[in-house]
């Protein structure tokens, strides 16, 4: 099962920078070789997921020449070192950066001598070597695991139908930066109080200055709490399933635009590939929510579908279709 979906039939015009801003800082007296943690973010100038396995970097010097196929600009490596540093010890601090990036290929931009007041205020002099990190297009044989609009959509009883509500547009690391409601605050409204809140990646994998966790000696993430835009907290208690160490209960409270809840209890379900298949929201006085989530043969979810249960039986409520890119997008939209 696969979903396909013309960019004219939902009349979207996605752009997305490639420029960003420029990595700074290394110091200071030896040529820097820190954890990844502290550069990769600054390094990189544009969110064009790497290359999973990529091969030995090549690098193009000035003088040279320079590649002759169509790449993406994906990160801006500085090196410094001290003022007499050898130029081949810069440039294998920049190899180092540069397969830690995941990039095909370095253009070295060139090298300087810049002047910076140190620690105890005295002006020292480093060598800085600049280079452009890319990937080529050719190799981008992996974009069809990546996502580029999840439309949601709101259960019509009387005409006895889902209709569409919203597209959510997500980044690379699906992280939902633009909601399109085709009605005004309609779809944001179930966005923001039922997709958003109850959804693995806002429950567990975002982070953030805004969120504060706690981490078990058995390094498993036990607390999580968020304060963010639009007047939304949560706090989370997470449990995890003795044996497999899959996170299977959630309790928590959150506080939206609604208004505040009570203790929640949020359910997960996996498959035997660890998956999540399912999910159960429970709220003393409200009826259940249910999800049901569905994959396609490369293990991609298409489609969650939520349902409210209660005495009367279950009913459809929401529903979200999530569409991807092809590999020969790269072409045409980076």
Not at 14 to 21: A, R, S, V
Not at 23 to 50: H, K, M, V, W
Not at 146 to 170: C, G, I, M, S
Not at 202 to 228: D, H
Request: hydrophobic share 35%; glycine share 8%; proline share 4%.
């Amino acid at each position: 099962m696969k979903n396909t979906l013309t960019r004219t039939a939902i009349f979207i015009i996605i752009f997305f920078t490639l420029q960003g801003c420029v990595a700074t800082l290394i110091a200071l007296q030896e040529i820097s070789s820190e954890g990844p943690d502290n550069f990769q973010d600054r390094e990189r100038i544009s969110n064009f997921p790497s290359r999973p396995g990529a091969a030995e970097p090549q690098f193009f010097f000035p003088g040279e020449a320079q590649p002759d196929q169509p790449y993406i600009q994906t990160h801006l490596f500085e090196v410094r070192g001290p003022g007499n540093a050898p130029y081949p010890s810069l440039v294998e601090e920049m190899r180092f950066r540069a397969r830690r990036a995941g990039v095909d290929a370095v253009i070295i931009m060139g090298k300087e001598l810049v002047q910076r007041w140190d620690y105890s205020d005295r002006l020292r002099e480093y060598q800085q070597l600049s280079g452009l990190g890319v990937i080529f297009k050719e190799n981008v044989d992996y974009l069809h695991n990546y996502r580029y609009v999840n439309q949601l959509y709101v259960w019509n009883a009387e005409k006895d139908t889902f209709e569409l509500a919203a597209n959510l547009f997500p980044d690379f690391d699906n992280q939902i930066f633009e909601v399109q409601s085709l009605e005004k605050g309609v779809g944001n409204y179930y966005y923001e109080n039922f997709i958003k809140i109850y959804s693995y990646e806002f429950l567990v994998e975002q982070k953030g200055p805004q969120w504060k966790e706690r981490i078990a000696n058995n390094g498993f993430i036990t607390r999580r709490n968020y304060q963010g835009e639009n007047n939304l907290t949560a706090n989370l208690q997470l449990n995890y399933e003795p044996g497999t160490g899959r996170l299977n209960h959630i309790k928590g409270k959150f506080f939206t635009r609604l208004g505040g809840t009570e203790w929640q209890d949020i359910y997960f379900t996996h498959d035997t590939q660890g998956k999540i298949t399912g999910k159960r929201v429970l709220e003393k006085g409200k009826p259940e929510l249910r999800e049901v989530l569905v994959y396609d043969e490369w293990d991609r979810l298409i489609t969650s579908h939520w349902y409210q249960v209660s005495e009367a039986g279950e009913v459809p409520f929401l529903k979200v279709e999530y569409y991807y890119y092809s590999n020969e997008d790269v072409y045409t939209m980076f």
